[in-house]
């Protein structure tokens, strides 16, 4: 394969390597999301994206309304809030359970409990 920065098949060993332990964290994460979206959301790994340093590591979302996937920068603020909570909790477990069940607590101090509907606060904090 050669040094660990060379790219082979437009991504580079190292995005690899992160690509897959970032789909745990996706995987962890869209069990949240899911319930925070009732069901509407559901983050994915954009593969499409050729000869970029970020390569393998780009977010898109899936939106079950529309049927589409698009770029998860398309999120108005409330749904950026609800997928950036989602994935620090995937991430948190994640950790937590590849290093012998290690307890992450973690406090969310955000103003983006601010944009959230009544039901979706009360979503959130359910999932907290």
Same mark, same amino acid.
Request: hydrophobic fraction near 35%.
């Given at each position: ?16 390597? #992160? ?37 393998? #590591? ?10 589409? $996937?698009?770029?998860?920068?398309? #999120?108005?603020?409330? $749904? ?30 955000? $103003?983006?409990?601010?944009? #959230?509907? $009544? ?10």
């Amino acid at each position: 394969m050669g040094k660990y920065g060379e790219k082979r098949n437009n991504i580079t060993f190292q995005n690899y390597v #992160l690509a897959v332990y970032f789909q745990d964290v996706l995987d962890r994460a869209n069990d949240r999301l899911r319930i925070m979206t009732n069901n509407q959301y559901h983050m994915r790994l954009d593969t499409g994206k050729k000869g970029n340093a970020g390569s393998g #590591l780009e977010v898109n979302i899936f939106d079950s309304h529309t049927g589409k $996937e698009r770029s998860i920068k398309t #999120l108005s603020g409330g $749904e950026t809030f609800k997928a950036s909570m989602a994935l620090a909790l995937g991430l948190s477990d994640v950790v937590q359970s590849q290093n012998g069940g290690v307890k992450l607590d973690s406090v969310f101090i955000d $103003e983006g409990f601010g944009t #959230l509907d $009544e039901e979706s606060l009360s979503v959130a904090m359910d999932i907290l």
